[in-house]
């Protein structure tokens, strides 16, 4: 069988897809990545087939997260032509496959694509989309003033992210669907029909998110994926400092941008020197950082999650779900600066869980919330507590081997 795996996104959400296909490999299957060609030699090295998109990632999500409302709007304008482009080149690279594995969010794109080919799909999640009674998902909690019952809120809102989420990407879908593959307009009707009737897969811990009573019976949580990297070797340098003092705070926004980098750098050092923590900043995508860092603080390129997040007292990152799933991992409270996306739901619900505080949105963020935050998750006995406990229960699991065999089901 034939599998072609779509992840469109950033680091968080390639990784997981690639271990899915090396293992699907393991099974016997033929298996190819479709991904930004940023991504092609890290994929290649892995084993895995691939076939890469001309997409600018950082371009799209600078898109979305642009504060001034007219570049906003030139970009999004940019941002529409590209995504059709985009299409036309994932839509080329389905024809190879029998069964493409893809988000839920692309499915608007997609859908043509995957209609012409005639292929069968399963939507491999790294949020959730799928709405339910249970939790409000990827929209704002139901504000106290409201006099509807949760559940009622909860589901009708989960609807309407889907049909926002249609609203967005349908009309380049059907840009597609009409003027590169010669078919009819898709209507909300029949992509609300197709999105019940497709098989999904929440790659999530269920001690994060357990399985919603309301769901169909295809609809699954499986657990989280991880990508590893036992070869990896610590510079010397990093070492050095983790040895000479307490364990510091990680800070990173991973794929997210700033745009003062100078004024981000400042705020983060002032936080953890009110704090009085030491800390470990990660550049990134947002390029923090200085040339005269103080002591406590040492500013890092690189570093697999799955390494350096056990060696933390606590974490300060976006909000991702890849970097979310890695502090949980790892047993230590996060603090989660959310930006867009998927990002406020991840803060809203570490927090529920009593393994972090509540979300600081990167659009109020001050060095004294933020220095209040450290100090709260780091002295807070049960958050480091309850953290420790959802560590051991995830590490546990073996989600890896639940997808495969989830979608081994699916297909019969």
Same mark, same amino acid.
């Given at each position: ?11 968080? @959400? ?35 087939? &691939?076939?890469?998109?001309?997409? *600018? ?67 491999? *999640? ?27 809120? *909860? ?54 998110? /357990? ?82 860092? /103080? ?49 406020? &739901? ?14 600081? /949105? ?5 060095? @004294? ?10 002295? *807070? ?16 699991? @073996? ?14």
């Amino acid at each position: 069988m034939r599998f072609v795996i779509i992840a469109t996104g950033s680091w968080g @959400d390639v990784r997981p897809n690639v271990v899915l296909a090396h293992a699907l490999q393991q099974a016997g299957a033929s298996v190819v990545v479709v991904a930004a060609e940023v991504f092609r030699s890290w994929v290649e090295q892995r084993g895995v087939p &691939f076939a890469g998109l001309s997409v *600018n990632i950082q371009a799209m999500l600078d898109a979305q997260s642009d504060s001034n409302l007219l570049q906003m709007m030139r970009s999004l304008q940019k941002l529409t032509q590209a995504t059709v482009h985009m299409g036309k080149e994932i839509a080329d690279g389905i024809q190879a496959g029998d069964v493409v594995l893809l988000s839920e969010g692309m499915l608007p794109l997609l859908n043509g694509a995957l209609e012409n080919c005639r292929v069968r799909s399963i939507h491999i *999640n790294l949020q959730p989309w799928v709405p339910t009674g249970e939790f409000i998902g990827m929209a704002p909690a139901k504000p106290a003033w409201l006099p509807a019952p949760e559940a009622s809120y *909860n589901r009708w809102v989960g609807g309407m992210v889907r049909r926002s989420q249609w609203g967005v990407m349908g009309r380049n879908g059907n840009r597609l669907r009409t003027e590169y593959l010669g078919l009819p307009s898709q209507t909300w009707a029949r992509h609300r029909a197709a999105l019940d009737a497709t098989p999904s897969l929440l790659l999530v811990s269920p001690h994060v998110l /357990p399985r919603p009573a309301d769901w169909l019976p295809h609809h699954r949580v499986t657990g989280y994926i991880f990508e590893d990297e036992p070869a990896w070797e610590p510079p010397h340098d990093l070492l050095t400092f983790l040895a000479n003092g307490s364990r510091p705070v990680y800070i990173g926004f991973g794929s997210m941008r700033e745009r003062n980098s100078q004024a981000a750098t400042q705020l983060l050092l002032t936080a953890a020197r009110q704090a009085g923590t030491r800390a470990i900043i990660l550049s990134g995508w947002a390029e923090i950082g200085a040339s005269d860092l /103080p002591d406590n603080v040492f500013l890092l390129d690189y570093a697999p999650h799955s390494w350096l997040f056990p060696r933390r007292a606590a974490v300060v990152h976006h909000g991702g779900a890849g970097t979310t799933a890695a502090g949980l991992r790892a047993g230590v409270p996060s603090i989660i600066v959310p930006v867009l996306s998927d990002q406020p &739901f991840w803060g809203r619900r570490l927090h529920d869980l009593g393994v972090g505080v509540e979300p600081l /949105p990167r659009s109020a963020l001050t060095a @004294d919330k933020l220095a209040s935050a450290i100090t709260e998750v780091v002295s *807070n006995q049960t958050i480091q507590a309850k953290a420790a406990a959802l560590g051991v229960h995830i590490r546990s699991e @073996d989600g890896l081997s639940n997808a495969v065999s989830a979608i081994q089901e699916c297909l019969g």
